[in-house]
């Protein structure tokens, strides 16, 4: 297990380097330049480039990528172009709002679709099965964005059980808080439920089919009694493949739905800084998602070694 952990974080070092480098250089091959942006397009020379040198723009490449990347290993994110912020503050303070909202919808995500998956790979070919297939397929086509915005119809304004929008804050208590984020939750969690559902009745019924289940079944299980006991638990590691990335998903597509209930988190500010040509903040935003994403795969990949013994005692 030991062996497996270390090479596992081994290929995590590895992936946030090669990421590092992409976000960076990507960035900076945008065209326009944010210190004009910034003091507009009649702006001198001699200010641009003071400016510039205020910014820490005006070095070269590698020495920009350093200071970046140090800044960060240091907790130092630096400071906004637009705001003139710490952009570490300014993570802090939208994160607050976009972590709960991921977890949140990511818990009504399996609350959801493992009760659905289980229920209609327990009935297979039946009218339960052809039901509950139906609806997942119809939560995966309909867009999240345009399901937000009839919730937002229905409960909001005819209703009035939620606010339309808004984040009060924590301060305000937190079932205010929680009730806030109910409907962009709700949206988020919704497709997917249905991908998930549809992901565990695959792997239910792929293993079901396997020589142990029929062994279970020959001395005296009954199906369902064989599901549970054998076949769930071989049936999760493609389950936690896709709750890993849909967390990713949640923590860091959630832009939309941001937009729609007016919440002030991470998806809001990358689309607020690319608008403001806020190169820093941008850099470090998607650098702060990608790290939650490799940090995710790499608790889903021990997970999977918790689940099935084999993982640990690979060579």
Do not use: C
């Amino acid at each position: 297990m030991l062996r497996y952990t270390l090479t596992r974080l081994l290929s995590l070092a590895i992936s946030l380097i090669v990421a590092s480098v992409v976000i960076f250089l990507a960035i900076e091959i945008l065209p326009g330049d944010p210190a004009a942006f910034m003091l507009g397009v009649n702006a001198q020379e001699d200010t641009l480039n003071a400016l510039r040198d205020q910014l820490g723009l005006n070095g070269s490449l590698w020495e920009r990528y350093a200071s970046w990347v140090g800044g960060m290993l240091s907790g130092d994110f630096g400071t906004s172009y637009t705001y003139r912020t710490p952009v570490a503050e300014m993570i802090g303070e939208r994160l607050w709002i976009s972590l709960p909202l991921a977890l949140y919808a990511l818990a009504l995500s399996t609350l959801i679709a493992f009760p659905a998956g289980i229920w209609a790979a327990s009935k297979r070919g039946s009218a339960v099965d052809v039901t509950v297939m139906g609806v997942t397929q119809l939560g995966v086509a309909i867009p999240n964005f345009w399901f937000a915005m009839l919730m937002v119809v229905v409960f909001a304004i005819n209703l009035r059980w939620f606010s339309a929008g808004g984040f009060p804050g924590w301060d305000e208590g937190f079932w205010i808080s929680i009730k806030s984020l109910t409907l962009p939750a709700i949206a988020l969690a919704l497709p997917q439920a249905s991908i998930l559902a549809r992901v565990m009745r695959s792997a239910l019924l792929d293993t079901l089919s396997e020589d142990f289940v029929r062994t279970a079944r020959a001395k005296g299980l009954s199906r369902r009694q064989a599901l549970r006991r054998h076949a769930l638990r071989n049936a999760l590691i493609p389950v936690l493949t896709i709750i890993g990335l849909q967390f990713s998903f949640l923590l860091a597509g959630g832009i939309i739905i941001e937009n729609v209930f007016y919440l002030p988190g991470l998806g809001r500010l990358i689309f607020q800084a690319i608008s403001a040509r806020d190169l820093i903040v941008v850099e470090s935003v998607v650098m702060l998602l990608v790290f939650a994403v490799v940090i995710v795969n790499f608790a889903v990949e021990i997970a999977y070694a918790l689940v099935d013994p084999r993982l640990r005692h690979r060579r």
